[in-house]
């Protein structure tokens, strides 16, 4: 079992950059596949981007591609997610997820991981 907490959201102006961080506790971290979730206002939960256990696959989806990226510490226990060029449909809560298997991050998203963190907002807004 894995604990996930959220943290570095905040207000930003379009156009500008937050880089959030998912810190794990629990079990052994470098065994998740993590994958990162968007719940805009009014929407449903999205995945945005995964990354596997060992890093060696990371997916986006065609909204965030080239302005957000994925990144893993496994000694930290914890992965990153840079998001640069932030425009105000990227506002809402996100959330990290964990899940032992790899198939949740094999050929995009999968909509459910067995572990979540309370999540954490971003408002894009000038």
């Known amino acids: 079992q894995v604990q996930l907490v959220e943290s570095g959201g905040g207000l930003v102006q379009p156009g500008g950059s937050l880089r959030l961080f998912c810190a794990a506790s629990?079990?052994?971290?470098?065994?998740?596949?993590m994958g990162w979730y968007l719940q805009a206002p009014g929407k449903e939960r999205e995945g945005i981007g995964c990354?596997?256990?060992?890093?060696?696959?990371?997916f986006y989806i065609d909204s965030v591609k080239g302005r957000f990226t994925i990144t893993r510490d496994n000694g930290e226990r914890t992965v990153y997610l840079q998001m640069n060029n932030l425009k105000p449909e990227d506002t809402g809560s996100y959330s990290c997820?964990?899940?032992?298997?790899?198939?949740?991050?094999?050929?995009?998203?999968?909509?459910?991981?067995?572990?979540w963190g309370p999540g954490t907002q971003v408002n894009v807004s000038s």
């Open positions: 990354i596997s256990s060992d890093k060696d696959k990371t």
């Open positions: 997820a964990a899940d032992l298997d790899q198939r949740r991050c094999k050929n995009g998203v999968a909509p459910e991981y067995d572990y």
């Open positions: 629990g079990s052994i971290f470098s065994l998740y596949a």
